[in-house]
């Protein structure tokens, strides 16, 4: 008698899990399927207003419209130039830092500071390439949506602040940026172009003064033009 009282009680009991199993995989289905119906009606109803403005049925209020301006990469201005700085060895000031380096290899040579010294000789190996090889010509644009260079947008919320310089005759646009890497965008261009960028960047960016140039920033990019003398 006991185990028949067991088994009805185990019976029960796997028949009330099996009606709660059910029920919860039934009221899953139903879910389901109210979702899918609003979803449907959802669709049906987008499909059937925008057959409507199509056919001039329905005219948008404002607040139907997106806020959002979409801007599209509409091409503003083009220039070519080389893709950098061209390093000369003829120059008297790049042979006399070059010699520079090497005695500060050396001396950090006699100090045991091995690494340093690596990192310098493999810096001074870089250029001896960019003055060997000659640099290659390149296309910038100027969009609607920001500055494509080197096969990249860069769009005009990225960008900080610009500014024109002059370095051996070479002009350069400086595009500093509001991104850990590049902080800083060298363009190099004529002094034909010089005109129309800064039409087209004035009213997107801040022209930045930098009139209290350091010596090492003169050595990287050359004497800063004024806003005045633009």
Do not use: C
């Not at 979702?35 to 329905?58: F, G, T, Y």
């Not at 003055?131 to 609607?144: L, S």
């Amino acid at each position: 008698m006991k185990e028949s009282k067991s088994k009805k009680f185990l019976k029960h009991e796997f028949s009330e899990i099996a009606k709660i199993i059910s029920g919860e995989m039934s009221l899953r289905e139903k879910e389901d399927e109210i979702q899918r119906i609003k979803q449907d009606v959802i669709a049906k109803s987008k499909a059937e207003k925008r057959k409507k403005v199509v056919e001039k049925e329905l005219v948008l209020e404002e607040s139907d419209l997106p806020t959002k301006k979409v801007v599209q990469n509409i091409k503003l201005f083009e220039w070519e130039a080389p893709d950098r700085y061209e390093f000369k060895f003829e120059n008297k000031t790049f042979r006399f830092v070059l010699a520079l380096y090497l005695l500060f290899v050396l001396f950090l040579a006699v100090l045991g500071q091995y690494l340093l010294m690596a990192s310098l000789i493999a810096l001074l190996f870089f250029i001896y390439v960019a003055g060997t090889n000659k640099p290659t010509t390149v296309t910038h644009k100027i969009t609607a949506r920001g500055i494509d260079t080197g096969n990249r947008l860069y769009e005009w919320f990225m960008l900080d602040n610009f500014w024109f310089s002059i370095k051996n005759g070479q002009y350069l646009l400086i595009v500093e940026t509001r991104l850990r890497y590049p902080r800083a965008l060298i363009l190099l261009l004529g002094e034909a172009d010089k005109d129309a960028i800064f039409i087209l960047l004035q009213d997107k960016v801040v022209y930045k003064d930098v009139r209290k140039q350091g010596r090492i920033d003169r050595l990287n990019y050359g004497d800063y033009i004024p806003f005045e003398d633009i």
